[in-house]
């Protein structure tokens, strides 16, 4: 239940069955769990009935009574799980941290709809066939890569 | 236009009811196992550990599994899986802004795909990681929640726009 390919197994066949189950409420394909679009969907879904805006959403958010939750799933659950196996700890950073971890928030959501998906929705899009989801995981791993190895020069020169 | 198990009249009351289930699991499991994506392949870069990359990579390959086996079992739902072979290579899976060739979506893929891992990276983890650890109670996670909430707004009342403008300006429209 503890390794991470147990949870991605469940994923891939939770979001299949939630499409299988609940499609017929909209558009689009491969949409069970995103966690950029789902959280897109939540916050301008909410946005739209409080002050009757217009912003995008996707249509299965749009014609449901509420948004997709997914996103408030994990915050509640992971909030659940942390706190039944005392792993809770309020963990603050500076004023400039918040600014940085704010500000890439922004920007990598903007980045994920860009693209139509957070690396989750790419894995299912992908797994639905769809290549250019595939190139974005590839692209992705390129960044990772490029990331570390810039992290591991920097964390070198300052031994220096 | 795609029929699923339960009628459209059921479905849009299930939608909210049926994604929190499927949030909280993910996200209780996701904190016991400390799920992660960038985490995975930054992993496996510096110390070769294939942990969280499995979680990923198993992903990708139960995907598959599990929407061939609903496929099988209500190809209606499933209306055009496998999307390579029923509607070509060259048409992606609506999520990105529409209106735009085929070159576009392929920049769309490979550009924000790259900054997203270089950008996570830095940050310890990628979304779901971000959203997880907010929920344990790290602040700064938090504001990187909050940084992609006041997102969604700036995306679809300017940003979608202008990105659509300026492909299309650039000879990419569709």
């Known amino acids: 239940m503890r390794h991470p390919a147990f949870l991605g197994a469940l994923i891939g066949i939770l979001a299949a069955f939630s499409q299988a189950l609940l499609i017929s409420a909209g558009a689009p394909e491969a949409y069970g769990f995103c966690v950029a679009c789902h959280t897109r969907d939540l916050v301008n879904g909410l946005v739209n009935i409080i002050t009757n805006s217009n912003l995008a959403l996707a249509p299965i958010s749009r014609n449901a009574i509420l948004p997709v939750m997914s996103v408030a799933g994990v915050l509640i659950g992971g909030f659940v799980a942390a706190k039944v196996h005392n792993e809770h700890r309020v963990k603050k950073g500076d004023f400039r941290a918040y600014l940085i971890y704010f500000l890439a928030g922004v920007v990598v959501l903007q980045l994920a709809m860009i693209f139509g998906g957070c690396p989750y929705r790419a894995a299912l899009r992908t797994g639905y066939g769809d290549f250019t989801a595939l190139a974005f995981i590839i692209a992705m791993a390129a960044g990772v890569i490029a990331g570390t190895l810039l992290m591991l020069k920097r964390a070198e020169s300052e031994e220096d | ?174």
């Open chain 2, 1 to 174: 236009m795609a029929t699923g198990i339960l009628t459209k009249e059921v479905a849009i009351y299930a939608v909210p009811l049926v994604t929190l289930m499927l949030g909280l699991l993910i996200g209780y499991l996701a904190q016991r196992s400390g799920y992660c994506s960038i985490g995975g392949f930054r992993d496996w870069v510096l110390f070769r550990h294939t942990r969280l990359l499995s979680g990923y990579l198993t992903l990708i390959v139960a995907s598959f599994a599990g929407y061939l086996l609903f496929w099988l079992i209500t190809p209606q739902a499933m209306e055009h899986f496998f999307w390579a072979f029923t509607t070509g290579l060259s048409t992606p899976i609506p999520g990105a802004p529409g209106g735009l060739n085929f070159a576009a979506y392929l920049i769309f893929a490979i550009i924000p795909g790259f900054f997203v891992g270089l950008i996570c990276v830095f940050l310890g983890g990628c979304p779901i990681r971000q959203t997880v650890m907010a929920s344990e109670g790290n602040y700064k996670a938090a504001m990187f929640f909050v940084g992609m909430c006041v997102g969604s707004i700036l995306f679809a009342a300017v940003v979608s726009g202008w990105v659509v403008a300026m492909m299309k300006a650039l000879g990419f429209g569709g």
